[in-house]
């Protein structure tokens, strides 16, 4: 079954997968629906965020990628309804995300590129910022 992803510098060897902190443990997310996918990039870009690219890959082919660094693969369903604050961000990205600039030098210990956000994450001067630009919207 193939499932859709979001790859930042796809094909390249830089490439990571987008990825969410949700409860200590890093996520995966596997949309069944592109257009969920392509809805949460977009979602992703109006934050600022790098805009990944929509990739249909194996669902098998991620669930071992996720297996073998350690992440959890969560497949999100065409007409999934969220039941908890955590399944929210499965929907829609958290307001605030982990800077990716330079995210192959942010953990060095990871054997697998991956660009993953985190608000907890954040720098000081990070919250400040978005806090300037949310500021300045009103």
């Given amino acids: 079954m193939l499932v859709h992803v979001l790859l930042y510098d796809a094909g390249q060897d830089s490439e ?5 902190e949700l409860s200590g443990q890093t996520v995966v997310l596997m949309f069944e629906n592109r257009d969920d996918a392509d809805r949460y990039a977009g979602l992703l870009e109006a934050q600022d965020f790098p805009t990944p690219t929509v990739e249909a890959l194996d669902r098998e082919e991620i669930e071992l990628f996720c297996r073998e660094a350690g992440y959890e693969a969560r497949f999100v369903s065409d007409g ?6 955590d399944e929210r961000l499965m ?15 942010q953990d060095p210990t990871q054997g697998q590129d991956l660009a993953s956000k985190d608000a907890s994450d954040s720098s000081i001067q990070d919250l400040d910022d978005v806090r300037r630009r949310l500021e300045g919207l009103l």
Avoid: C
């Fill in 80 to 85: 999934f309804v969220p039941q908890s604050d």
């Fill in 91 to 105: 929907l829609a990205p958290p307001s605030a995300n982990r800077d990716v600039a330079n995210w192959q030098e």
């Fill in 16 to 20: 990571g997968i987008h990825s969410l």
